[in-house]
T-cell receptor, first 112, second 112 residues
Framework: NAGVTQTPKFQVLKTGQSMTLQCAQD?????MYWYRQDPGMGLRLIYY???????DKGEVPNGYNVSRLNKREFSLRLESAAPSQTSVYFC???????????FGSGTRLTVV | QKEVEQNSGPLSVPEGAIASLNCTYS??????FFWYRQYSGKSPELIMS????GDKEDGRFTAQLNKASQYVSLLIRDSQPSDSATYLC????????????FGAGTILRVKS
């Protein structure tokens, strides 16, 4: 009964380093999302995938790329990390429109 | 950009009281509305969804929706210290497909 699994849970990067955040769901959901959460700013959508094989930009896509590897997995890549990308990152999934999301446990990323 | 507004709080209520959390949204044709609870350092957890005008009750929680006035509220009866968390309002504008727009959240503190 895992739901949405994110790895890693914590990460510290140096400016300019790259990394990939992994997300997998076992609920057979079609749609998957990547959000970042910053104090006072709520959850902001970075990228989403409405279904396997499709990805689209959200509100704050600059500096990120994504891959929907299959129906289960949706990864987020930071090619050249910047201090402004210090945040908590959440992956989420949903079955269809009108149904709320299930969130992963989050990745706390610090870029120094 | 669709907007969802919440008072950031903190809202402080004594144990056993009713906590009232409010949310307004800008998109007139939104159809689905959600309340998430987020404990400090944890991921958001879906606690209520509402789709029609009026009230929806689930245990100690009641969600209220008024589409004409574009607001949705969450009432928590018999508030407990364990209810202390940040409550996020989320709206699903029809033209956004599966995507949700989140408010920044209201911090609730229940004092024993």
């Amino acid at each position: 009964n895992a739901g949405v699994t994110q790895t890693p849970k914590f990460q510290v990067l140096k400016t300019g380093q790259s990394m990939t955040l992994q997300c997998a769901q076992d609920m057979n959901h079609n749609s998957m999302y990547w959000y970042r959460q910053d104090p006072g700013m709520g959850l902001r959508l970075i990228y989403y995938s409405a279904s396997e094989g499709t990805t689209d930009k959200g509100e704050v896509p600059n500096g990120y790329n994504v891959s929907r590897l299959n129906k289960r997995e949706f990864s987020l890549r930071l090619e050249s990390a910047a201090p402004s990308q210090t945040s908590v990152y959440f992956c989420a999934s949903s079955a269809r429109q009108g149904i709320g999301y299930t969130f992963g446990s989050g990745t706390r990323l610090t870029v120094v | 950009q669709k907007e969802v507004e919440q008072n950031s709080g903190p809202l402080s209520v004594p144990e056993g009281a009713i906590a009232s959390l409010n949310c307004t949204y800008s998109d007139r044709v939104s159809q689905s509305f959600f309340w998430y609870r987020q404990y400090s350092g944890k991921s958001p957890e879906l606690i209520m969804s509402i789709y029609s005008n009026g009230d929806k009750e689930d245990g100690r929680f009641t969600a209220q929706l008024n589409k004409a006035s574009q607001y949705v509220s969450l009432l928590i009866r018999d508030s407990q210290p364990s209810d202390s968390a940040t409550y996020l309002c989320a709206v699903n504008p029809v033209e956004y497909g599966n995507k949700l727009v989140f408010g920044a959240g209201t911090i609730l503190r229940v004092k024993s």
